[in-house]
């Protein structure tokens, strides 16, 4: 069965420090990959998506960048963390075909100070 | 575009009462697909059902139940005889066939008193 595993659970980080979250996925070829942030409020923003290696597409222009070094890991970072990068960050997959479900990671808690 | 609409912000039912969550979407796709999601306390979104635009029949898994309208673009939850552990917030989402960006709602929490 898949699994997505996605660490660290929870971050503290100072404003202007840089950010790596990583997410990988197991016993699957080639999913889909997404990242999303989940502010107070609850609402899911769908901040970058990958279907392939080396591919990704932005959402919505901010001050994080995604990058898919291997076919199932696909990295979060920022170079300088802003106040308003604070929030929960959840990374999903989905198979390629037909609309599938995505499926979740348990996500981070990023607080920054 | 595409919307989701959950009106309901919080809901707060007493055990064992049947609790019906809304969702109401706007899209111009002819073809694409809704989901349910539930989010614990812990934070992981639990994927619970899929329903594309074609298939109205209503669901019914265990003590979850899905009620498709396309007439009235809902697509609602009910969960019947409810648990404490169904204590979570529910997200529905919409995405068009062929788009990878899947819109959700923001989301209606419930709360099950023991």
């Known amino acids: 069965s898949q699994t997505i595993h996605q660490w660290p659970a929870t971050l503290v980080q100072p404003v202007g420090s840089p950010l790596s979250l990583e997410c990988t996925v197991e016993?699957?070829?080639?999913?889909?990959l997404y990242w999303y942030r989940q502010a107070a409020g609850r609402g899911l923003q769908l901040l970058f998506y990958s279907v392939g290696i080396g591919q990704i597409s932005s959402e919505v222009p901010q001050n994080l960048s995604a990058s898919r070094p291997q076919d199932r890991q696909f990295i979060l970072s920022s170079k300088k963390l802003l106040l308003s990068d604070s929030g929960f960050y959840l990374c999903a997959w989905s198979a390629v075909v037909g609309n599938q479900p995505q499926h979740f990671g348990d996500g981070t808690r990023l607080s920054i100070l | 575009a595409q919307k989701v609409t959950q009106a309901q912000t919080e809901i707060s039912v007493v055990e064992k009462e049947d609790v019906t969550l809304d969702c109401v979407y706007e899209t111009r796709d002819t073809t694409y697909y809704l989901f349910w999601y539930k989010q614990p306390p812990s934070g992981e979104l639990v994927f619970l059902i899929r329903?594309?635009?074609?298939?109205?029949q209503n669901e019914i898994s265990g003590r979850y139940s899905w009620n498709f309208q396309k007439s009235t673009s809902s697509f609602n939850f009910t969960i019947t005889a409810s648990q404490v552990v169904d204590s979570a917030v529910y997200f529905c989402?919409?995405?068009?066939?062929?788009?990878?960006?899947?819109?959700f709602g923001k989301g209606t929490k419930l709360s099950v008193i023991p």
């Open positions: 016993g699957t070829s080639n999913p889909n």
């Open positions: 329903r594309n635009s074609f298939d109205e």
């Open positions: 989402a919409l995405v068009g066939a062929g788009s990878y960006q899947l819109t």
